[in-house]
């Protein structure tokens, strides 16, 4: 079975949107707009030289994609704390909808619709996802209260390679999640809805 856990909505801390220059000494060391500038995926130094993650990017910032991506990790393998696996391959990147609004209300709902494709998948022990909204302020907008959603997606097995390929079938279900959403809802790019581009 393909395990799904979401956390409570985080309001312990958040997210601004561009970054603001104070966050930079943080770890967050630039803003890349990749939803407006998508050559710059392959420079984003967390996923650089791992060609899964940016051809993932690039289709999740494509422009009739109705996500975007706002942030991500580096892309980690390491031994696994799960009981009966040995290894473990994860990443966790931040997504939001491109159209302004949808991130007031819309990420509840987008939990109930991955959670339900997941029940449509074929069963696997080896992936799981961890989802969880983030508090969000959109600051070209003077949005401070908003939202948008950390995915991790983890995959497990007794070798490294087992676990990335695990790794792998998850991120390729995520991506065709995306995809499908998109294609759904992609008149709503064309209404004149302010976006965060």
């Given at each position: 079975m393909i395990t799904l856990h979401i956390e409570p909505i985080n309001t312990s801390s958040g997210l601004g949107v561009p970054y603001q220059?104070?966050?930079?000494?943080?770890?967050?060391?630039?803003?890349?707009?990749?939803?407006?500038?998508p050559a710059c995926i392959p420079k984003i130094r967390e996923v650089?030289?791992?060609?899964?993650?940016?051809n993932f990017l690039q289709k999740l910032n494509f422009p009739t994609s109705l996500f975007r991506s706002v942030r991500c990790e580096r892309f980690c393998e390491c031994e696994s704390e799960m009981e009966g696996f040995l290894?473990?391959?994860?990443?966790?990147?931040?997504?939001?909808f491109e159209i302004v609004e949808?991130?007031?209300?819309?990420?509840?709902?987008?939990?109930?619709?991955?959670?339900?494709y997941l029940a449509t998948l074929?069963?696997?022990a080896r992936v799981h996802y961890e989802l969880?909204?983030?508090?969000?302020?959109?600051n070209d907008h003077n949005i401070n209260r908003?939202?948008?959603q950390d995915l991790k997606i983890f995959g497990y097995g007794q070798s490294e390679r087992e676990a990335k390929d695990a790794f792998l079938r998850g991120l390729k279900d995520v991506e065709n999640l995306f995809a499908r959403e998109s294609t759904k809802w992609s008149n709503q790019l064309t209404l004149g809805l302010p976006t965060i581009s």
């Amino acid at each position: 079975m393909i395990t799904l856990h979401i956390e409570p909505i985080n309001t312990s801390s958040g997210l601004g949107v561009p970054y603001q220059p104070s966050m930079a000494s943080g770890g967050m060391t630039e803003y890349f707009d990749t939803k407006r500038n998508p050559a710059c995926i392959p420079k984003i130094r967390e996923v650089q030289n791992k060609k899964f993650l940016i051809n993932f990017l690039q289709k999740l910032n494509f422009p009739t994609s109705l996500f975007r991506s706002v942030r991500c990790e580096r892309f980690c393998e390491c031994e696994s704390e799960m009981e009966g696996f040995l290894r473990k391959a994860h990443w966790d990147f931040t997504f939001a909808f491109e159209i302004v609004e949808f991130n007031h209300s819309g990420h509840p709902e987008f939990q109930n619709i991955f959670e339900q494709y997941l029940a449509t998948l074929p069963a696997s022990a080896r992936v799981h996802y961890e989802l969880e909204i983030i508090q969000t302020s959109y600051n070209d907008h003077n949005i401070n209260r908003s939202f948008s959603q950390d995915l991790k997606i983890f995959g497990y097995g007794q070798s490294e390679r087992e676990a990335k390929d695990a790794f792998l079938r998850g991120l390729k279900d995520v991506e065709n999640l995306f995809a499908r959403e998109s294609t759904k809802w992609s008149n709503q790019l064309t209404l004149g809805l302010p976006t965060i581009s």
